[in-house]
């Protein structure tokens, strides 16, 4: 058997471990890293890219067909189409594109990249194997990048993009447009890609357990989604359980509230009921490492219960997000050039690219009351923002939520048309501490959404002025 | 209704100004007749001023830490009927504010009354107090608040940034606050340490006894050179006695310490030296011996040093010595003594008993010549006719102004007071 001796091996070639992979290469750690798919993990295969190219194409589509149904604008235009299979071609050239761009980043890094599965021997020594050769490669810090895969439900097992049941793999690569698509899960991916066909001109239903749409976020945030769902005419069954599938009558539904049982026939049915992490099949239980659940427990530094074995972004658990992940590796390389650091962020911002998007990023005003912190909070409508009302994206707000006493700011959300972008603004000013004045006394450019940014500070000041 | 202004009493003993020292009352206060409104202090006695009559604070004529004039307004009331102010005619700054350490803000005299607290309230804190700046006071499990980069730094640094200082707003630590940290070498400290940096301070205005005992050891210290000189003394044989003193007589006399015993021997030695039983007017450059031996006692108060006077010590014996000295010690800390009580010693005995030391350096009460220190009593093995042997000593530290007193009067002194302890017979003898 070939062996290579390495000090670094980093199993997953993700968001997660490709960074950690190419800081490490940087610092001049010898690291090998072993991908059995394409580099990029499922953030660039099969998740944001994809997810965000496809839901970028629903928008182009229904916007044509809206101005062909006549547009405010007095933009004419005639009868659109989709071709779909030219839609999945644009998306896998860019996914193309990004994942080439991630292997070139490597090698310029200097790390040796082994495309194959790997095997965990030991804490120290894994066997990839490389076009049917088995590779042992022994190293001195090993980093599990695994990452997560969809969560599948027992009555519906996946079938590929052909089959009936799609993960939400299978819904970014999509052999047809349904004619009716159900969508099992109304968190943010349910939601994302749910709307995207309803776009593109799919009758979406969806099924979600919980009472309301992203039961993760709070209720005042999640209100103009609800609103734009059952405008855009995407069918909700809130409070339903699904107990399983037949080709002849589609997904059958259970309303928990009113115990009645229901079929709802499918096309196509998108089980979208969340991630696990992937710890299993690769000889991880050897370890035996310490879990938290259903994923690898990790100290303040990412570091597992074994010495010198790490652990970063989705194998580790919530939240499951790939810039949590590359932070994190790149911790990790620091850790094992010999800086002194640790993972500890203020905020880790998320976003759901659902129509109005949703934002947040710190500490609601509820997990801040919860949290015992005598809080101020205060949200500023896009309804009084010129920028939104050019872009026919009046929906949604931005609040601000802040410490009492200091006016340091804790958190940040926001729903609305682009709001994604704001992001950055609320992480900047968390991580740097600002507090309502510095915010509020910093000039934002007019006209723009980020103004908003700045009129929630005032507002929790009370001093807004546009309002 | 009528206006009735009480003015700063008249103490006596030509005392021109006093300094105010706690206000019991707030304007919109309701008093009554003898009611206690505030505590003037002079030279050596605090007042306690009662309202002679019934009625409601309007104003107050001063600050605490002030220094008024007599005759100044002190306290404006409203009482019913008429007042003892003809006209309404506002109160005349006849105080004058003394320059205080930290500028006490002055109430200027208002009609319309603040917000009166319902109890008197102790002599008010300065307003530095209040403006003291938010020191490190993070809620436990709270994170420090600190930018990215400080953080990364931090790191780098190997700092805990909880046990850092934060300058910047709301505490947020800066680049500054972290290179301050470093250079202090604080970077080893555990993680959860208590041996955190304090950054609190508090301003204690310098005012009414304090300000006076400042005054009085910067005054000694200015004008009186100062020589010290130290003894053993062998108090065996004193002890014995003094034991066997309490054993007989201590029910029905009252128990004795050692300080009878000294300012005996004191009264005894200073026969021979009228030039150590003496008050230096040194402005006047005159020293005058005195035949009385008014003896200072330095006495620890909740307030600070006194010294209170046993007077006439020569014409006192042991029990009725004791008995005095407790008297004044008390009345000194309880503020129950007359001004002839207070003043007008000759020389003075410090003692601070078992924490007395091997040495001190005791510092004359001016105008006097010389000061006696006690220090511990102690038992040593000490040589006797070859052999080793247990006895108890005690150091005896001493001052003199040397202006007026040689040094060699002032060993002869000391040793006639040693002779006398060692051999207290002599004590008795006349």
Known sequence: MKELTTKLLVIGGGPGGYVAAIRAGQLGIPTVLAEGAQLGGTCLNIGCIPSKALIHAAENFETARHQAAGSQLGIRVADPQ?????????????????????????????????????????????????????????????????????????????????????????????????????????????????????????????????????????????????????????????????????????????????????????????????????????????????????????????????????????????????????????????????????????????????????????????????????????????????????????????????????????????????????????????????????????????????????????????????? | MGIYVIRVPDIGEGIAEVELVTWNVQPGDSVTEDQHLADVMTDKATVEVPSPVHGKVISLGGAV???????????????????????????TPTSKAQAAPVSVAVPAPVATPVAPPASAPAPKAAPARAARPAAVARKEGERPLAAPSVRRRALDLGIDLRLVHGSGPAARIEHHDLDAFAAGGGQAAAVGSQYVERHGEEAIPVIGLRRKIAQKMQDAKRRIPHFSYVEEVDVTELEALRQQLNKIHGATRGKLTL???????????????????????????????????????????????????????????????????????????????????????????????????IVSTPVINHPEVAIVGVNRMVERPMLRNGQVVARQLMNLSSSFDHRVVDGMDAAQFIQAIRQLLETPALLFVE
Not at chain 1, 148 to 176: K, Q, R, Y
Not at chain 1, 279 to 308: K, P, W, Y
Request: aromatic share 4%; hydrophobic share 45%; glycine share 12%.
């Open chain 2, 65 to 91: 830490g002030q220094v008024m004039a007599v005759g100044a307004e002190l306290v404006r009331l409203e009482v019913e009927g008429e007042g003892n102010l003809k006209e309404n005619s506002a109160p």
């Open chain 1, 82 to 467: 989709i071709d779909i299979a030219q839609t999945v071609r644009w998306k896998d050239g860019i996914v193309t594109r990004l994942t080439g761009g991630v292997g070139a980043l490597l090698r310029k890094a200097g790390v040796k990249v082994l495309k194959g599965w790997a095997q965990i021997e030991d804490g120290k020594t894994a066997i990839v194997q490389v076009d049917g050769e088995a590779v042992r490669v022994r190293c001195e810090h090993l980093l599990l990048a695994t990452g997560s895969d969809p969560v599948e439900l027992h009555s519906m097992p996946f079938g590929g993009p052909g089959g009936p049941i799609w993960s939400s793999t299978d819904a970014l690569s999509p052999d047809i447009l349904p004619k009716r698509l159900v969508v099992v899960g109304a968190g943010y991916i349910g939601l994302e890609l749910g709307m995207a066909y309803r776009k593109l001109g799919v009758d979406v239903t969806v099924v979600e357990a919980a009472q309301r749409v992203l039961p993760g976020y709070d209720e005042e945030l999640t209100q103009p989604v609800l609103d734009a769902l059952q405008k855009s005419g995407i069918v909700l069954h809130l409070g339903c359980s699904v107990q399983g599938w037949d080709a002849e009558h589609g997904v059958h539904v259970r309303s928990d509230e009113r115990a009645e049982e229901f079929a709802l026939p499918a096309e196509r049915v998108l089980v979208a009921v969340g991630r696990r992490p992937r710890t299993a099949g690769f000889g991880l239980e050897s370890l035996q490492l310490t879990m938290a659940g259903r994923h690898v427990a990790i100290d303040g530094h990412c570091r597992t219960s074994m010495r010198n074995v790490w652990a970063i972004g989705d194998v580790t658990g919530e939240p499951m997000l790939a810039h949590r992940a590359m932070a994190q590796g790149e911790c990790v390389a620091e850790q094992i050039a010999g800086k002194n650091r640790s993972f500890a962020p203020v905020a880790i911002p998320a976003v759901c690219f659902t129509d109005p998007e949703v934002v947040v990023a710190g500490k609601t005003p509820g997990e801040a009351r919860a949290a015992g912190i005598d809080c101020i909070d205060a949200a500023f409508p896009f309804a009084a923002n010129g920028r939104a009302m050019t872009l026919e994206a009046t929906g949604g707000f931005v609040r601000v939520v802040a410490r009492k006493s200091d006016h340091v700011i804790l958190g940040w959300q926001a729903v609305g048309r682009g709001v994604s972008e704001l992001a950055a603004a609320f992480g900047q000013s968390l991580e740097l501490g600002a507090r309502l004045e510095d915010v509020g006394h910093t000039i934002h450019a007019h006209p723009t959404l980020g103004e908003a940014v700045q009129e929630a500070a005032l507002r929790a000041l009370g001093q807004a002025l546009h309002i």
């Open chain 2, 259 to 357: 300080l009878p015993f000294l300012a005996r021997a004191m009264v005894l030695a200073l026969r021979d030296f009228p030039q150590i039983n003496a008050r230096f007017d040194d402005d006047a450059g005159v020293v005058t011996r005195h035949e009385g031996v008014h003896l200072g006692i330095a006495a620890q108060t909740d307030g600070g040093l006194m010294v209170p006077v046993l007077r006439h010590a020569e014409s006192l014996d042991l029990w009725a010595c004791a008995a005095g000295i407790a008297r004044v010690a008390e009345g000194a800390k309880s503020g129950k003594l007359g001004r002839d009580e207070l003043s007008g010693s000759t020389i003075t005995l410090t003692s601070l008993g078992a924490l007395g030391g």
